[in-house]
């Protein structure tokens, strides 16, 4: 039995459709860097600050924290960060280091500040041998 033409299927779907639109083919936003965006850029920011981690990029460091004295190795550079207490994201965000940094009396008060101001560093974004992972704290009471 032939079909006549005012009973085609394929007609009938075409009617439904007439007047759809599709607004966009691209999926919701959906972000496939999952990394948060201020700690990414906190890390480029320590990353331009240290430079190349040379001994001159660690003098400054240490000049920038603070500390002087005898500091011709990394190794004696590394012994005397680490008895800073300091936030990396309020540090690099100082204009006029040291006296705009805010120096921590000890590390329960440090974490106390960095938990309120929620202004954590990505401690796995950090080379081997950056004197970064010695000025970080770790932050668990």
Request: contains cysteine.
């Given at each position: 039995m032939p079909r006549s033409k005012n009973n085609n299927p394929i007609d009938e779907v075409a009617k439904q459709l007439t007047g759809l639109t599709i607004d966009s083919t691209a999926p919701p936003d959906s972000d496939s860097d999952s990394k948060p965006k201020h700690k990414v850029n906190l890390a480029t920011e320590w990353s331009t600050y240290i430079q190349k981690g040379t001994l001159e990029d660690f003098q400054r460091l240490c000049a920038d924290l603070g500390i002087s004295g005898d500091l011709r190795?990394?190794?004696?550079?590394?012994?005397?960060?680490k008895s800073v207490n300091v936030n990396i994201k309020q540090f690099?965000?100082?204009?006029?280091?040291?006296?705009?940094?805010?120096?921590?009396?000890?590390?329960?008060?440090?974490?106390?500040?960095?938990?309120?101001?929620?202004?954590?560093?990505?401690?796995?974004?950090?080379?081997?041998?950056?004197?970064?992972?010695?000025?970080?704290?770790t932050m668990v009471d």
């Open positions: 190795s990394k190794t004696k550079c590394r012994k005397e960060i690099l965000q100082s204009k006029n280091k040291p006296d705009d940094v805010k120096f921590f009396k000890n590390r329960h008060v440090l974490i106390q500040y960095t938990r309120r101001t929620n202004s954590f560093f990505p401690r796995r974004e950090i080379p081997k041998g950056d004197p970064l992972a010695v000025l970080l704290k």
